[in-house]
């Protein structure tokens, strides 16, 4: 069957070749569940791994089946799946169990382990490819009423992850009723943030460079948010008084760094949270008052948490938000897919629409949708 692959480190050796076909025996007890695949959304993370910037292969491969953002149909289940079973539409998670204590108890999304399983990223295959076999205990229902947006379930359960800490975290409060959340960014991840927190009621203002009208302010909008650019607005003026004041949760998902150290003092009101989701592996420097951001943080008893990856708590909230959304907001789940390509032949231009004007998010069809 045909894949999409690249040798981890080694910039430009992303191909097309044929790899053996999975076998349910590949899991072991009968646990194994065979998944053709329908839709698979790229991201930075593949730009990145395709670039040579990092990746690892699994044990006895020297190359690494990439694409970590899966939708696809159950084709046959081992003898011992009673949860799955042909036709179920279905999304896998992104990361498997290692040996910390957190991957025992089901949460390797938090694991200790320096060495982590991650399909199309770390030690395990990805899903350009036109099947896989997974473990029944990574795989999610995905209702076949959001089989036209189920891809987007993986970056929406990275968002979901990053609020669910926030709560969590907030519990030392003993009441905590956040009203007011901004987001900074306004790519794929930081539209899905929107919409999550604005599904839960919160008053959100989406904060991007890019000056508006563009079609991601105008999805914004499209909500009940407010867009704001910062070549219109400062980040004092978008927290001022009169706008409204700081904000009891900052979901940052930029990939600038710097914003986060101006983001704290400026935007983060007293008992706030700011959830990290960027992974940023560049070099960038920056000088920062930091005094006055320690001096902030203690007296507002504000809390920074970064946020990685998701489990399966994360996977089946982000179902129950596209559901809401969908129910709330029809079609502007779709208007999200903006770029999708057709087949694997065609992962060359898939790639290339990455961080194009204009895109928000890249798909390859793999295979029609049933």
Excluded at 75 to 80: F, L, R, S
Excluded at 104 to 127: K, L
Aim: hydrophobic letters at 40%; charged letters at 25%; one cysteine or more.
């Amino acid at each position: 069957m045909k894949a999409v692959t690249v040798i981890p480190r080694q910039a430009g050796s992303t191909t097309l070749r044929d790899v053996p076909e999975p076998s349910l025996d590949d899991i072991p007890g009968g646990r194994g569940v065979q998944v053709r695949i329908l839709r698979v959304g790229l991201d930075g993370t593949d730009k990145e791994i395709a670039a040579g910037e990092y990746g690892v292969a699994p044990d006895g491969f020297d190359f690494l089946i990439q694409g970590h953002e899966s939708l696809g149909v159950v084709e046959q289940a081992g003898a011992a799946v009673t949860d799955f079973a042909s036709g179920d539409l279905v999304v896998s998670r992104v990361r498997r169990a290692g040996t910390s204590l957190y991957d025992q108890i089901d949460m390797p999304d938090m694991t200790t382990d320096d060495a982590y399983f991650e399909h199309g990223i770390s030690r395990v295959h990805g899903f350009l490819t036109e099947r896989y076999v997974e473990d029944a205990r990574y795989l999610i229902h995905m209702p076949a009423g959001l089989r036209e947006v189920g891809v987007l379930l993986e970056p929406t359960s990275i968002v979901e992850k990053g609020i669910t800490q926030a709560y969590e975290i907030s519990r030392r409060l003993k009441v905590w009723e956040p009203r007011r959340a901004a987001v900074l960014g306004a790519g794929t991840i930081g539209l899905l943030a929107t919409m999550a927190l604005r599904v839960r009621g919160l008053d959100v203002v989406a904060i991007g460079l890019d000056q508006p009208p563009y079609l991601n302010s105008e999805l914004v909008e499209a909500i009940g948010a407010r867009y704001a650019s910062t070549k219109q607005e400062s980040l004092e003026q978008i927290a001022a008084p009169d706008a409204g004041g700081r904000f009891d949760l900052v979901f940052e998902c930029t990939g600038f760094s710097p914003l986060v150290f101006e983001g704290v003092p400026t935007l983060l009101a007293k008992n706030g949270v700011m959830v990290l989701s960027s992974v940023t592996g560049g070099s960038r420097t920056v000088e920062v008052p930091s005094d006055a951001i320690n001096l902030d943080m203690v007296l507002g008893n504000k809390v920074i948490v970064g946020t990685v990856n998701a489990n399966r708590e994360h996977f089946e909230a982000g179902v129950r938000d596209l559901a809401l959304c969908e129910d709330r907001w029809p079609g502007w789940l779709d208007r999200l897919l903006t770029h999708p390509v057709s087949g694997l032949d065609e992962w060359e231009k898939a790639f290339q629409l990455l961080g194009a004007p204009g895109v928000i998010k890249v798909f390859i069809e793999v295979a029609p949708l049933p």
